[in-house]
């Protein structure tokens, strides 16, 4: 069962919810860049975390799932949210650049469906990144925040069920390493700078973005896989101690359609 928008909306208003919402927009924004005359799509209840981008952004758009329920967004400005199946996004194909789906897997009844609709609407140069909590992580046994409900993913079942859908990973990074407590909340910072060097593996969300497999039809009728488009990847930071797994990948900007 999906968490209230409501509970959701009350959370992001804590301390402890406005430092997640600036660690993972911190990630975004090292991610895609300047968002200047790009699309939009945040899925599931990922508006904390596009807010900054509404100003720069050509069209920013929140589709929230009918059993989470729906609120205005933004606060102060014409409404950009809407009430919408997961698996039946009301928007024509190929038309978002960039949608960012965040607390929509954990708690969804069918995962692939929702991300093959988030295949359908991203664009073929487009770039998509899925939040999860972690499954390691503390933040997936914290009741008392979204982010212990439903299921937690490993980096490697994040990574099969987006294939599933066809989308293909082309990097990854975790986020928020403060411990789920709120008083801790004021020291946001300094864990997200020493987490990830010092205990990689407890980080609360895991990050992942994808592109769009494309198949192209040969004329014997036999369809052949394309390779995606894939962003640059910035190289990882200098430094950066061994790890059970291997480092992630930072997200690059990238370009829009032309």
């Known amino acids: 069962m999906r968490r209230d928008v409501l ?3 009350q959370f992001y208003a804590t301390p ?5 919402r600036d660690m993972v927009s911190r990630k975004l924004t090292e991610a ?3 968002p200047v005359g790009l699309d939009v799509l945040a899925a599931g209840y990922a508006t904390p975390f596009v807010d900054h981008l509404i100003p720069r952004a050509r069209r920013v758009v929140s589709a929230m799932p009918a059993q989470q329920g729906v609120e205005v967004w933004p606060a102060g400005g014409p409404n950009l949210a809407m009430l919408a199946p997961e698996d039946q996004l009301p928007f024509t194909h190929a038309l978002f650049d960039r949608i960012l789906v965040a607390h929509g897997l954990e708690e969804s009844d069918d995962p692939v469906s929702l991300l093959r609709e988030v295949w359908r609407v991203l664009a073929p140069s487009g770039r998509a990144i899925v939040m999860v909590a972690a499954r390691n992580g503390p933040w997936a046994n914290a009741e008392t925040t979204p982010f212990g409900h439903g299921r937690p ?5 994040l990574g099969e069920l987006l294939r599933a859908a066809d989308l293909e990973p082309s990097g990854w990074t975790r986020a928020l390493y403060v411990p789920p407590v709120g008083w801790m909340a004021r020291w946001a910072d300094p864990f997200e700078q020493v987490g990830s060097r010092l205990w990689p593996g407890l980080s609360g969300v895991l990050l992942m973005e994808a592109v769009k497999q494309t198949f192209a039809v040969k004329p014997k009728a036999s369809r052949a896989r394309v390779a995606p488009r894939r962003p640059v990847l910035a190289p990882a930071p200098a430094g950066a101690p061994a790890a059970r797994e291997p480092p992630p990948t930072p997200l690059a900007p990238g370009q829009g359609r032309s």
């Open 16 to 20: 402890l919810g406005r430092a997640a």
């Open 153 to 157: 993913y490993s980096r490697r079942q």
């Open 7 to 9: 509970e959701l909306r």
């Open 32 to 34: 895609w860049g300047d």
